[in-house]
């Protein structure tokens, strides 16, 4: 029930934009999605529920369309402080109580 | 400060050496949770718990135990280690009942099983 991310990886030079795609085999409810620094913890950056909704924080923000179970983060005029490693999840409570994330999409913003 | 608290940080131990890896929690979150991440695997759920007493599986529970006696702490049991066990790892909480509530992370344990 791992949900599935595409690309794995992607380098952009600073100012470019960047979409990471999170897919489902399974039905969602929810949609997380965490940035990770080498070696730290995730940290969290928004949660979509159900509906098609879109959020944004920041230059940051995503989409979620649970017909076709996939929710994507869109990364606009990215900064050197978005590099690191993004992670979607499901959760509860159509996995019942169960979270699972994706293998992760690391993401490297150059000068 | 809210936060979610593990000990040790960084863990060298022998197959076969019992050790347990604290989670502590000062946020009265019901709901807690253990992850380990390996590269090109993510983070994958050990056990979780709803709240005192209460422990289910996750993805990959074999190998570990887990306890939840107090609503603060839930420590992650490796009874007999063994070097694929030999990862890092997440302690996680979160308030349940909501759906929205996001997942706040230790700051991780890093196990090394010679």
């Known amino acids: 029930q791992q949900p599935v991310q595409s690309p794995q990886a992607v380098i952009l030079r600073e100012g470019e934009d960047a979409v990471i795609n999170c897919s489902s085999s399974k039905a969602l409810y929810s949609v997380h999605w965490y940035r990770q620094k080498h070696g730290e913890a995730p940290v969290f950056l928004m949660i979509l529920l159900k509906g098609g909704e879109q959020k944004g924080h920041d230059k940051i923000s995503a989409s979620f369309n649970e017909k076709k179970q996939q929710s994507s983060l869109y990364l606009t005029a990215s900064q050197l402080s978005y590099s690191g490693t993004y992670f979607c999840g499901t959760g509860p409570p159509v996995t019942g109580n169960q979270f699972y994330f994706g293998t992760g999409t690391s993401l490297t913003v150059i000068p | 400060e809210a936060q979610v608290t593990q000990n040790p940080r960084y863990l060298i131990t022998v197959t076969g050496k019992k050790l347990t890896v604290t989670c502590s929690q000062n946020?009265?979150?019901?709901?807690m949770s253990w992850y380990r991440q390996d590269p090109g695997l993510g983070l994958r759920q050990i056990y979780y718990?709803?709240?005192?007493?209460?422990?289910d599986k996750g993805d990959v529970p074999e190998g570990y135990k887990v306890s939840r006696k107090e609503k603060r702490n839930f420590p992650l049991i490796l009874e007999s280690p063994s070097p694929n066990q030999t990862s890092l790892y997440f302690c996680a909480s979160k308030r349940t009942g909501w759906v929205e509530e996001t997942q706040y992370f230790g700051p991780g344990t890093r196990l090394l099983v010679l």
């Open positions: 946020m009265n979150h019901e709901y």
């Open positions: 718990s709803m709240n005192v007493e209460v422990t």
